[in-house]
């Protein structure tokens, strides 16, 4: 939380109890000051980057006052309920004795920011509003009796109509109502209740079918209002019951220890002194008084309820009516229905969903009277009118009606007048009516009778009727889909259970009913609706009737039995089966409750429910789901035989006639309807499966109701009792903390809600434990058991279908066809449909099987084998099997067109099955399966030369699919077993030849295709198999394999890889190949770390130095490694590479492969270039550090013989890549080298013979562009090596540039000949290349945290550079050899670097420039470090180079060009010292110092100038004003060194005074920055001074200054406080009112004498300058305050007003005036009336006089 400062106890509650002025902590101070400053930014207007930030700010900062406050509360729970447990937690966390915030510190938080909260809720970015909502229900929740009222009496206002200016406000208003209304109604409700009446009549208003946004804020304050309060009657008050059976309490008097907080005297005294504009100062009578009668207020609430809820329906009423009206408008104007996107499905989806909870929670919420009253008007409406096009919602509004149940308390007499009076209405006469108003009653009705219970039964007849008159509509497709929904909303009434909605609401629970209160689940009061057996009768005879009888129908041959018949009976059993499915068990009720012990709860519950019915139900009940899916299963087999051989693809429009004279195979719809009743029998136990979604929506409500103020305070106290082992909190696992002394606060709507949905829970889990359970029966409890063989069958024909459908008892009679066996056997089918034709059919029914996967996940082990053969085309005997045809048959079968169509289907399926997440997860587990899956993948070459041409990309596509989805998932198996180890030897063993022999692919040599695509295209098939073959070997290699595999083997993947290297020139498959050496070399030596007695043996690695020490062979791995790299796009065209789809993925595999991973660059100083792979280093260096020195060092002459063709390469769209690679081999060769040298004979050797001649040679060949991989390249060779390992590069590159760089006492030769300017152009591209290069050994010769690191190789090199290599030596000794080093630089380089800051050449100021910042901060760093040098400042470089930049400007022995490039240098030497110093003493020492410097160069030269210098000229002008701008904003003196901020201002001073108007305005901007960075950092005496600065440069005669000045001045003025600014409004008001411009005195010239004109000259100048001064000031005033009036912002437009005439004042004052008072007028528009009263009606006369514009009639 925030830092508020210590405070005791004592003084947090006796505070200003003995002084009359508390004074607040330094923390508070601070965070008051920093919320005062950033309060313009809350604005709703002001929508700028700072919005969402600050919004978020505000959210957090809110919440940790409540949660302060919950911890607060929760410490004096303690202190009075657990003493011995208080005591102890002081003493453990002493920190908690003064955590206590005073009152009048909680009244000054509130106070800041409940007006920022206020700004916020109603801002224009809907995330800041919501923030807004949010942090004013935390602070509501610290005091309600004081914050609520007048917040809602704000969001009242904006629902006024006639507030017009606030109308904008009102969905942002309705939700702080939302948010505010139970705080509020909890600790004061009288306050809530005598608003009541005026809320509900303000809000009606709010559902407007012209805006959706605002009805849905309407409803959901609504839905939170009739949650809490009921609508009409009388209370039900009942006496507390303090028995917690079930539930726990974690403490006592939580509310009343919340409540003393803000009751302590200093919070009342607090509060006293706030102004009367304070939101928490208004009064309230409603609140205070303590005489009103609370009855009578709720008297007058309930009468008020009891008119809104018929209004409330009328306006329901017409948001159906005009929903109707506009779909009506939409569709007829234009001639088709109107087009949704999937945001507005979702929000109209939720719309209506709030409005069924707003309208269950609003009928069950009200007494008789009023009940009555609402159901005779929804009665009318219902009979009146038809909405077709509402009629969701409509049978939503009927389904609420006729939830609500009345006598209670008799069991037998659950009533429901709701479906009394509406099932008349809505069956009269159906035949009669037209089609429209049939549907819609019919959709009403069927929401009537979704949650009502057994009263249902009353009506059976007239329900019955109506199912009957809508299923027997088969033309009317509408009307018939309409009567199937009846039908499901009947069944599901009747044998689901479900709370009755009436107990929802406290009033109607029996128990303490106190407003607001949180509701409690220790009295339950929770009213089930449980199916009885008439219910379940009812419901047999409704299946019976409607379901059965149809499906015994599909078995009559001798009617007309078509194709729409049997999609219509599919249909209906769809239907049934949503609404049943709760009651259909596996077996019969006495079987399933004979093996209680492993039954789920839904399960037993069920069983024992059916139990209750008649015996004949039992009896269906019993063998109806095992019935259902027989004839399930005896459908898709029917399918699967007319579908595994068919000739040509099918769509729904066919209708060829096969066996039985009918085809269901090839219909579409057909299809889609076995798919989804498949889904249904297998997947789920109830109609109310939606559990999941429904808990996310129930935890979003519980969030506007949560008190986290309570919650804090009840988590603290249990935390620290379950610390202190408390009895109180053993064993609570199994309880719930139950009511507000326990933290809850949520109401009784949602309990219930809770309650429900973990019963819809139970159901959900039941679908998955139920289909485990009766395989454990059927099984036993082993994961390897046998799976009996599958009932699926392609023998199955139509004749036995219907024979099978017409029976009255099911055909499947033997004992183990269970219901299981045939679920398993839908499985097949479903995998059959998966292959079927259509492209619908197999996409729904992918999708089905896969979820059936997580419920029956053992039919996945015993597919893959047959799913991977039919890939493969090897699967002759398995037709049918697992409901997939055999491929290898479908080869034979071409359709008209001569093309294979039906097994390129066949194929798709089958990859799109393999391709499951559950099935891929299988085959990843073993071995043998990873090998099988690995030969199919890389064995498609015969399949894709089989397939259409049109087909080919498509199953490309899905077999690469698989392998991403393998690729992702790909993890190391621990081989444990002999067979683990064979397989995966077979494994590399077959990647290996496929690698060896392009011809050979996955199939037996035998298998030969009958006809095979053109050469090009096999070609091309062929490649991609051996580049996917490539990855799978670098995948499957591990270091186990180079020490325990067969000798043989690892000697073909070595022969393998480099043989790949040479032949694969540029290929993808040779970067998959230098992936592979790199996963060797890397786990060779990570083999060869080991001691002998820990690993298996050492790896061979004598290919890999026969390959090294080859000529030809280094040759062609420096080729590939310039492959490796990614395409020159600079050059043909721009146009990356276009590479297939996976191939990407594998090369940047192999790129990871490449070696091992490591921390470098360490350094902020990251790498320069993109171009430059360090992975090609490291591989290199790895790889000669495991063929040992001898061979190494063969291999270094080729390497870098190599590497030097490389570098002189001729232009190619490669030389790019060419030239980066010898950069690449350099670096690896180097530190492989530097690692194997032991002496300093040994190093020297190799810089002189090897290295440096190399680089000596490449640095000049090589481009100015490339040279940064040098730069990498020369950082990574030496990197953390002690410099006695490069010493004899630093010497090497230090004499390079003294040799090479310019200095300025040559001869300049710009000005000859184009061939001397090319040659010098050269020669300066030169100097560039080695003044850069040099930076990478001055960077590694630093540390990373201090020079001192370089001295010594690091504690984590041990593992990564193998230090037995490296002796360690004394750290004395390295540290004189630091010193040394950096002794020769200092001494050989800096005077040539100083004497060639006037450089002609750009790129060399900025190398010269980065130099001398880099020696400055080394040394820096050297002498803090070690004892070398320290002391003595005759060789610290900073001072020589600090005062040749500072003598620049002055000096004269520069010419005018030499002048600008060393001040160009100095430029870019600051912009170092800002990017890459630290504040802490770069600032101090080198950029304050430079700071006048920076200033004076923006002064251009006087008087007559060439072009060419001006135009240098202006060019260093905007470098510096660049420069400027970033140290006023990028530098922060956040290190405690205040003089330094002096330092600053004593040059803004000085700057401000300078001749020079560009440098006076680039002065008060420079201020403007600074003061914003360092407001919070300022003393006293530095705020005067900027002050002080800003007000004298108002003056001055140049607008550009003045206007800088102004703007500095406005942010100064914003963070002062308003007792000193009203003193300086004062006092310039003053000095403004007497620099008034006066009237001249007509005098004749000859009585003025000269000496009296130039004093009043002289006297006219000063007060100009002090009308100009004292109106900017007033106007900068103004500016500060651009969203609130404080009462000196009207004194002072009052007195700027008079500087507005021609008369009176300059142009510039007067068009700063008048400019001004239009800004303030503009952002103060939206709630000018508020504002407005803060003027006098002089004052408002004289903003009008200025901001008014003139007419002609004025």
Same mark, same amino acid.
């Given at each position: ?36 400053? +950033? ?23 809110? @919440? ?121 109604? %909890? ?127 009328? %306006? ?208 339950? *009061? ?42 219509? /009976? ?12 709760? =009651? ?12 209680? *012990? ?90 109310? @499966?939606? /559990? ?20 804090? !305070? ?58 485990? %359970? ?139 099955? $393999? ?166 070399? /890397? ?88 171009? @430059? ?71 020297? =050797? ?50 390079? +540039? ?12 710009? !000005? ?157 030497? $600051? ?47 905007? *470098? ?22 002096? %330092? ?46 800003? =007000? ?163």
């Amino acid at each position: 939380m925030f830092c508020s400062g210590p405070h005791t106890t004592t003084e947090a509650n006796d505070a200003g109890m003995g002084s009359e002025e508390p004074t607040l902590s330094e923390g508070t101070v601070e965070l008051l000051s920093f919320l005062k400053f +950033v309060k313009p930014y809350f604005n709703p207007s002001n929508t700028g980057s700072w919005t969402f930030p600050l919004g978020a700010f505000l959210h957090y900062l809110s @919440y940790e006052v409540s949660h302060r406050m919950g911890i607060m509360a929760a410490l004096n729970v303690l202190k009075s309920s657990h003493p011995n447990s208080y005591k102890q937690l002081c003493n453990d966390e002493p920190y908690l004795s003064c955590i206590e915030l005073p009152g009048h510190e909680i009244v000054a938080f509130l106070d800041t920011l409940l007006p920022l909260c206020q700004q916020a809720l109603y801002s224009k970015n809907g995330s800041v509003s919501h923030a807004g909502e949010t942090a004013l229900l935390y602070l509501a929740q610290v005091d309600p009796v004081r914050v609520a009222p007048p917040m809602i009496d704000f969001g009242l206002r904006a629902l006024d109509i006639s507030s017009v200016n606030l109308a904008h406000q009102a969905p942002s208003a309705l939700s702080a109502l939302t948010r505010l209304f139970q705080p509020a109604l %909890r600790q004061c409700p009288t306050m809530v209740l005598s608003r009541l009446p005026e809320m509900l009549r303000l809000s009606l208003a709010g559902i407007d079918s012209n805006d959706q946004n605002k009805t849905m804020r309407t409803l959901i304050f609504y839905r939170n209002l009739v949650m809490w309060l009921p609508a009409g009657g009388a209370l039900n008050i009942a006496p507390d019951d303090k028995e917690t059976k079930g539930t726990i309490q974690i403490g006592e008097g939580l509310m009343d220890q919340r409540n003393s907080i803000v009751g302590s005297t200093s919070y009342k005294n607090a509060l006293a002194s706030l102004p009367e504009s304070s939101i928490l100062a208004q009064k309230n009578a409603a609140m205070l008084d303590t005489d009103i009668d609370f009855d009578t207020v709720m008297e007058e609430a309930m009468l008020a309820m009891s008119d809104w809820s018929l209004a409330f329906l009328d %306006r329901v009423y017409e948001l159906l009516r005009a929903t109707g009206e506009q779909e009506k408008l939409g569709k007829g104007h234009s001639g088709y229905a109107a087009t949704h996107g999937s945001m507005d499905i979702a929000i109209t989806k939720n719309v209506s969903r709030i409005m069924k909870e707003t309208l269950t929670y609003f009928f069950s919420s009200m007494d008789t009277e009023t009940y009555r009253s609402a159901l005779r008007s929804v009665s009318k409406f219902i009979e009146e009118e038809t909405l077709p096009f509402a009629v969701k919602d409509a049978s939503l509004l009927c389904q609420a009606v006729c939830m609500t149940r009345f006598d209670l308390k008799d069991s037998s007499a659950d009533a429901s007048p709701g479906l009394d009076a509406l099932v008349p209405i809505l069956t009269e006469d159906l035949e009669h009516r037209s089609t429209k108003s049939a549907i819609y009653r019919l959709r009403c009705l069927a929401g009537a009778v979704r949650y009502a219970g057994s009263s249902v039964l009353k009506h059976r007849d007239s329900i019955v009727a109506a199912i009957t008159y809508a299923l027997s509509q088969p033309d009317d497709k509408v009307l018939f889909k309409t009567g199937c929904k009846l039908l499901r909303h009947t069944l599901s009434s009747q044998c689901e259970e479900y709370p009755i909605a009436q107990s929802s609401h406290p009033m109607k629970s029996g128990t303490n009913f106190v407003p607001g209160a949180c509701a409690e689940l220790k009295r339950d *009061g929770v009213r089930w609706c449980v199916p009885s057996g008439k219910s379940i009768d009812f419901t047999v005879d409704l299946v019976g009737r409607f379901c059965l009888k149809r499906l015994r129908s599909l078995g009559d041959t001798t009617g007309d039995n078509n194709i729409q018949r049997w999609r219509q /009976s599919l249909r209906v059993l769809r239907y049934t089966l949503r609404g049943c499915l709760g =009651i259909l068990l596996d077996d019969s009720a006495d079987t399933i409750l004979s093996q209680e *012990g492993e039954l789920c709860p839904k399960e037993k519950a069920t069983a024992s429910l059916i139990k209750s019915s008649s015996p004949e139900s039992q009896k269906i009940l019993g063998d109806l789901r095992r019935r259902f899916c027989f004839n399930l299963m005896d459908i898709t087999c029917v399918i699967a035989k007319g579908t595994v051989d068919c000739e040509s693809k099918s769509d729904e429009s066919q209708s060829d006639k096969k066996e039985g004279g009918l085809s269901i195979s090839t219909d579409a719809k057909v299809c889609n309807e076995v798919i989804e009743i498949a889904e249904l029998l297998l997947t789920r136990r109830g109609a109310q @499966y939606q /559990s999941g979604s429904g808990k996310t929506i129930w935890r979003g409500q519980k969030e506007i109701l949560v008190d986290f103020f309570l919650t804090s !305070e009840c988590d603290y106290i249990q935390n620290i009792l379950l610390r202190a082992d408390d009895e109180s909190q053993r064993g609570l696992n199994s309880l719930y903390k139950d009511g507000e002394e326990s933290g809850k606060n949520i109401s009784r709507c949602l309990l219930v809600n809770r309650i429900h949905i973990a019963n819809q829970t139970l159901t959900a889990s039941a679908s998955s434990q139920i289909p485990r %359970r009766l395989k454990k029966l059927r099984d036993g409890a082993g994961t390897n058991a046998t799976i009996p063989a599958s009932l699926f069958t392609l023998e199955m024909n139509m004749e036995t279908l219907q024979s099978h459908l017409s029976s009255e008892e099911s055909p499947y009679k033997d004992e183990n066809c269970t219901s299981l066996r045939a679920c398993e056997a839908v499985i097949d089918g479903l995998c059959n449909l998966s292959c079927h034709p259509n492209i619908n059919v197999r996409g729904n029914a992918l999708s089905i099987t896969d979820f059936l996967m997580t419920r029956f996940g053992w039919v996945v082990k015993h597919r893959t084998s047959r799913l991977l053969s039919a890939i493969s085309l090897r699967d002759d005997d398995l037709k049918g099997v697992d409901g997939i045809p055999s491929t290898q048959e479908l080869v034979t079968q071409v359709n008209a067109q001569g093309r294979r169509t039906r097994l390129a289907e066949v194929v798709k399926g089958v990859l799109k099955l $393999v391709s499951l997440p559950k099935i891929l997860k299988h085959m990843m587990w073993n071995e043998t399966d990873r090998f099988e899956l690995v030969k199919t993948v890389c064995g498609t070459q015969r399949l894709l030369s089989l397939l259409p041409p049109e087909d080919v990309a498509k199953v490309v596509y899905y077999v690469n699919s698989i392998f991403l989805l393998f690729r992702s998932r790909n993890f190391s198996l621990l081989r444990v077993s002999q067979a683990d180890q064979m397989a995966h030897e077979s494994c590399l063993e077959f990647l290996i030849d496929m690698l060896q022999d392009g011809s050979k692919s996955a199939t037996a040599p035998d298998e030969k295709s009958d006809e095979v695509a053109d050469d090009s295209d096999a070609r091309e098939m062929h490649w991609r198999d051996r580049l996917v073959a490539s990855w799978f070997l670098l995948q499957f290699v591990d270091e186990k394999d180079l020490v325990t595999t067969k000798p043989q083997l690892m000697s073909k993947v070595w022969t393998t890889c480099f043989t790949l290297i040479k032949e694969e020139v540029g290929q993808p498959i040779q970067r998959v190949s230098l992936g592979l050496l790199g996963r060797l070399v /890397s786990l060779a030596l990570v083999d060869m770390s080991q001691p002998e007695s820990i690993g298996a043996g050492q790896p061979d690695v004598s290919l890999l130095r026969d390959f090294f020490t080859s000529e030809q062979a280094c040759k062609a791995l420096g080729n590939a490694l310039v492959y490796d790299h990614r395409e020159d796009t600079s050059v043909g065209g721009g146009h990356g590479a276009q590479w297939s789809s996976g191939v990407q993925e594998i090369i940047r595999d192999a790129t990871a492969n490449l070696s091992t991973r490591t921390l470098f660059p360490f350094q902020r100083v990251s790498v320069k270039t993109s171009i @430059y792979k360090l992975q090609h280093s490291q591989l290199l260096c790895s790889a000669l550090l495991a063929i040992g020195y001898e061979n190494a060092k063969v291999a270094v002459g080729y390497l870098l013989a190599q590497a030097t063709e490389l570098v002189a390469s001729p232009p190619s769209e490669d030389q790019r890549n060419q030239q980066c690679t010898a950069a690449e081999i350099f670096g690896g060769v180097c530190r492989a080298m530097l690692l194997y040298s032991t002496t300093p004979e040994d190093r020297e =050797i190799i810089w002189d013979t090897l290295l440096l001649p190399f680089l000596e040679d490449a640095v000049q060949k090589t481009p100015t562009y490339i040279i940064g991989a040098y730069f990498d390249a020369c950082r990574w060779g030496i990197h953390h090596f002690p410099p006695k390992y490069f010493f004899p590069l630093l010497k090497f590159t230090v004499m390079k +540039v003294q040799t090479t760089l310019w200095q300025r006492d040559g001869v300049e030769e710009t !000005e000859q000949g184009s061939g001397v300017a090319t040659a010098m152009a050269d020669r300066f591209a030169l100097q560039s290349k080695w003044l850069y290069f040099i930076q990478s050994v001055l960077i590694e010769l630093d540390g990373e945290d201090d020079v001192g690191a370089t001295s010594k190789l690091p504690w984590y090199t041990a593992g990564l550079l193998h230090d037995n290599v490296v002796a360690s030596e004394g750290s004395n000794d390295e540290e004189i050899e630091l010193g040394q080093c950096w002794s020769h630089v200092s001494e050989a380089l800096i005077p040539s670097l100083l004497n060639a800051i006037g450089h002609p050449y750009d790129k060399c100021r900025d190398h010269i420039a980065s130099l001398l910042f880099r020696m400055c901060y080394c040394h820096r760093k050297f002498i803090n470090t070690l004892s070398y040098g320290k002391g003595s400042r005759s060789n610290d470089p900073g001072i020589t180079i600090m005062n040749q930049l500072v003598g620049i400007q002055d000096s004269t022995s520069y010419s005018f060009k030499e002048k600008n490039r060393a001040l160009g240098t100095a430029r870019k030497f $600051v912009a170092y010292c800002v990017h890459w110093g630290d504040a802490k003493h770069e600032y101090s020492q080198f950029i304050v110092p430079l700071l006048p410097l920076a200033f004076k160069a923006l002064q251009t030269t006087e008087g007559e100038v060439s072009v060419e210098d001006r135009g240098i000229e202006a060019e260093l002008v905007k *470098g510096f004003r660049y420069a400027i701008a970033d140290i006023s904003t990028s530098c922060v003196v956040s290190y405690g060194v205040s003089n330094d901020i002096t %330092r600053v201002l004593a040059i803004l001073k000085e700057m401000s005074e300078h001749d020079n108007w560009q440098i006076r305005q680039a002065s008060a901007h420079f201020l403007r920055c600074f003061q914003g960075v360092h407001k919070f950092l300022f003393s006293q005496e530095q705020a005067e001074s900027s002050l002080s600065i800003a =007000i004298s440069l108002l003056s001055d005669d140049r607008r550009e200054v003045s206007n800088a000045a102004t703007s500095a001045l406005t942010g100064i003025l914003a963070t002062m406080p308003q007792s000193a600014l009203e003193d300086l409004v004062a006092k310039y008001i003053r000095i403004a009112n007497k620099s008034i411009k006066k009237k001249k005195k007509k005098i004749a010239d000859a009585d003025v004498s000269k000496e009296e004109v130039e004093e009043k000259a002289v006297k006219e100048k000063q007060r100009a300058k002090r009308q100009q001064r004292s109106v900017f000031v007033l106007c900068a005033v103004v500016m500060g305050r651009p969203y609130d009036t404080p009462p000196y912002i009207p004194e002072a437009l009052a007195a700027l007003s008079k500087h507005s005439f021609e008369q009176r004042a300059s142009m510039g004052v007067r068009d700063e005036v008048k400019r001004v008072c239009s800004e303030f007028k503009r952002t103060h528009t939206d709630n000018w009336e508020a504002h407005k009263k803060q003027f006098t009606q002089e004052q408002l006369e004289a903003l009008e006089d200025v901001v008014s514009t003139p007419h002609y009639y004025a």
